[in-house]
């Protein structure tokens, strides 16, 4: 499965972006996606998980409530809808697929290339 990430920018505090991440190859096997994030001079972080049917989401404490995500079967393509964001957000954000519900990067398989994020004060 490839992976390209996008809808990054630059957002004054408070603001809102939309990250999506389309899914192309043998899309067939993906179970679940996330998103995370690294932001500098820290390690990667996870953000938000979906299964790929869209029963079961799940999010890292430091988000619930602001970020939401969500997915387009038909499209291949998963979104982070951002809301409420803090400079604490900034980042360069990462989709990845994993075989699992897991939240460990050694869990997921194949990784997009990344969408960078920064928030202003």
């Known amino acids: 499965v490839q992976l390209q990430a996008s809808g990054g920018g630059l957002v004054q505090a408070g603001g809102s972006l939309r990250l999506s991440c389309a899914a192309s190859g043998h899309t067939s096997s993906i179970y679940a996606m996330s998103w995370f994030r690294q932001a500098p001079g820290e390690e990667r972080e996870f953000v938000a998980l979906?299964?790929?049917?869209?029963?079961?989401?799940y999010y890292a404490d430091s988000v619930k409530g602001r970020f939401t995500i969500s997915r387009d079967n038909a499209k291949n393509t998963m979104y982070l809808q951002m809301n409420s964001l803090l400079p604490e957000d900034t980042a360069v954000y990462y989709c990845?697929?994993?075989?699992?519900?897991?939240?460990?990067?050694?869990?997921?398989?194949?990784w997009g290339q990344g969408t960078e994020v920064t928030v202003s004060s």
């Open positions: 990845a697929t994993t075989r699992t519900l897991g939240l460990l990067e050694n869990e997921y398989d194949s």
């Open positions: 979906i299964k790929w049917s869209g029963t079961i989401t």
